[in-house]
């Protein structure tokens, strides 16, 4: 069994959070002894969190913890409980979108990703999330 643990960072609807919550997660990881999962947890959570500070108007949250399975969970809480459109592959995406590759990025690089409707702050929303084998 690994060693689990279980951070959230809450932050205003303000696309400087992404920067924040991109340093957490470093910190967080890197304390922990999983630098070899930062650079990719960086894009994830970057990810995640930009769509959450983007499509919604209210606070989210950044949530990271290592489950006892050895798995990293990020996940990204807005106030939209509404499902994520389902990402495109890679390959269909135009390179001059300017939407789009959020979701596409996280299904290619993360081991596991999906979504749930969530009340965990006691606000109506979801959670976007996804994981990495950290053993």
């Given at each position: 069994?690994?060693?689990t643990?279980?951070?959230?960072?809450?932050?205003?609807?303000?696309l400087?959070?992404?920067?924040?919550?991109?340093r957490?997660?470093?910190?967080?990881?890197?304390?922990?002894?999983?630098?070899?999962?930062?650079?990719?947890?960086?894009?994830?959570?970057?990810?995640?969190?930009?769509?959450a500070?983007?499509h919604t108007?209210?606070?989210?949250?950044?949530?990271?913890?290592?489950?006892?399975?050895?798995?990293?969970?990020?996940?990204?809480?807005d106030?939209d409980?509404?499902p994520?459109?389902?990402?495109?592959?890679?390959?269909?995406?135009?390179?001059?979108?300017?939407?789009?590759?959020?979701?596409a990025?996280?299904?290619?690089?993360?081991?596991?990703?999906?979504?749930?409707?969530?009340?965990r702050f006691?606000?109506?929303?979801?959670?976007?999330?996804?994981?990495?084998?950290?053993?």
């Amino acid at each position: 069994m690994s060693e689990t643990w279980d951070y959230t960072l809450y932050i205003p609807n303000d696309l400087r959070a992404v920067t924040v919550c991109r340093r957490t997660l470093r910190m967080v990881l890197t304390l922990h002894g999983l630098i070899r999962l930062v650079d990719t947890a960086e894009l994830l959570a970057t990810e995640l969190i930009s769509n959450a500070v983007r499509h919604t108007k209210g606070p989210a949250a950044l949530r990271v913890r290592r489950t006892p399975q050895g798995l990293v969970w990020i996940g990204a809480w807005d106030t939209d409980p509404g499902p994520p459109q389902p990402p495109q592959p890679l390959d269909q995406i135009s390179e001059m979108a300017e939407d789009g590759r959020g979701l596409a990025l996280i299904r290619a690089c993360a081991d596991y990703w999906g979504w749930q409707p969530s009340g965990r702050f006691g606000d109506r929303g979801k959670y976007v999330w996804c994981e990495l084998e950290a053993v």
